[in-house]
């Protein structure tokens, strides 16, 4: 099968779909941990306001139609159980401890890790059995 197959065969609606629960389970990830993600950070509220917010949820939609779009293309025509883990390790074994490798370089608390890491597990393994039930 060539790259042009793979891509004519994949659920570009479940794409979305997985995409859109990445960036709704953010919302809500970072409302629970708002304060000690920002203590993580050494963020003020100043420094929240600061952003460019059309930008930042823009940017962050477009890079999670990525990430489902990759897993989509791993998956292939597997099911939910194989989605959900293929989805529950690239978030835990490739995203979190890629984030916790960055974090010891960083010299940022466990916390950080924690909760940047635990959202894109969270976030991974639901996409994973979105893409992978949808078929």
Sequence with gaps: M?????????????????????FLIGGMWYSVFEKPWMAAN???????????MPVVFALSLFFAFLMSLNLAM???KEDLVYGTIAGFLTG????????AIIALFENRPLKYII???????????????????WK
């Design 2 to 22: 060539n790259f042009a197959d793979v891509i004519q065969n994949l659920n570009w609606l479940a794409i979305i779909v997985a995409a859109l629960s990445t």
């Design 115 to 133: 909760i940047n890491g635990g959202y894109m597990i969270v976030s991974f393994t639901l996409m994973g059995a979105i893409l992978g039930a």
């Design 42 to 52: 050494n963020f003020t509220n100043e420094d929240l306001k600061k952003r460019k």
């Design 74 to 76: 791993f998956i292939g």
């Design 92 to 99: 835990f074994g490739w995203v979190a401890l890629g984030i």
